[in-house]
């Protein structure tokens, strides 16, 4: 997990003062997955700006099917 694991009190906690831990995630989804995690208001990209982000070093598509259909829902 990018924020840890353990008591609710804990992960709010590394979640608004400490970097996720990226290490685990593979190269071709890091730069979106990154700008997901953004904490300035606005810095995390929009739906279809997710959408439209190809995964870099990969084939086929970098998130769950069922992921893909929800930010088709919600793209506007």
Do not use: K
Request: proline share 16%.
């Amino acid at each position: 997990m990018p924020i840890g694991s353990g008591p609710v009190e804990a992960v709010l906690l590394r979640t608004v003062h400490d970097a996720a831990d990226t290490s685990g995630i593979p190269p071709g989804p890091l730069p979106a997955i990154t700008a997901c995690l953004a904490r300035a208001p606005g810095g995390c990209p929009t739906a279809a700006q997710l959408r439209d982000t190809p995964a870099e070093d990969t084939s086929g598509p970098w998130l769950p099917g069922a992921l893909l259909h929800l930010i088709a829902e919600l793209a506007p």
